[in-house]
């Protein structure tokens, strides 16, 4: 399955962007502490050139907590300021005016010597869709300001949010890019709803996410739909054998595929399977 979302106001976010990073002290980086790889954008770095950046690990409630130190630890080694959020409680979001004070300490220190005193920090938020743009701009200022859906594509042109007299917020539409270099990334982009569902065959998708999950965290899958994990088992063999325990049959007595898909993805979302990550710093090439 090839996995491809480049929608065009996408291109026109991107040029948006571009635009607007001259204007921005810091840009604030948010990718899915669950897929914190896949959900990085790799035009990233020629959009933004030189601009100090600070990576947020958001969803930190949905992903494993060991991995989420790992991973941390994974971006703090290349020298970037690291943010682990969850918008949902809010855990976190306190640390993050104080990090990106002590990203910018020499401008803010030159501000200062200028008698700049007055000056606002203001801080660009971009991501993948539904990655928690939105929501993580209204922890921050601690209002509904920034309009928030569990939709990828909800924020539509530019929307500054001011969080006080010092801190200025722009929310951007979530962007992919053009071409997945690796199939792999785009179905981790899926499974966690970055990409819209109704461009995919969701048979496939479902499959694809319980063989990983099986062969990630069989025991949490074992206890959820109570099957046996065989490990010589295709991916779409497990889907079948979890949608015959849920009891989803089709005329015939075969499974409907589709429909366990849809509540495998239902459930892995929302977090009732528990919490994963489904990439790991040991598969970084
Ligand atoms: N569990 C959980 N849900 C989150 C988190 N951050 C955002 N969400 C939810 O994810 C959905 C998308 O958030 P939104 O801010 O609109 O994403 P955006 O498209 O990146 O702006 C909303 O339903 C949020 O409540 C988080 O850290 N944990
Ligand atoms: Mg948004």
Redesign the pocket.
Known sequence: MDIQWYPGHMTKTRRMIVEQVKNVDLVAE?VDARIPISSRNPDVDAMVGDRPRLMVL?????ADPERNAQWGAYYRAKGMAVLL????SGTGVKQFAPTVRDALRDKLAQWQAKGMTGKAVRVMVL??????????I?QVAGRKS??????????RGKQWITVDRGLELL?TP?ILWPKFEDQSVGLNLAYTGAVKDAIMDLETLGSRLMGLLCRRYPEAVTARYKIEIDPSAQDWELLEAAGRKRGFLISGGEVDLERMARVLLEEYRS?KLGRFTLEIPEDVK
């Open positions: 948010i958001n969803r930190c409630d949905q959020t969850d918008c949902k991501g993948v869709p539904n990655v928690g743009k939105s929501t993580f209204n920034a309009k928030a859906q569990n939709k990828p594509g909800v924020t929310d979530g977090g």
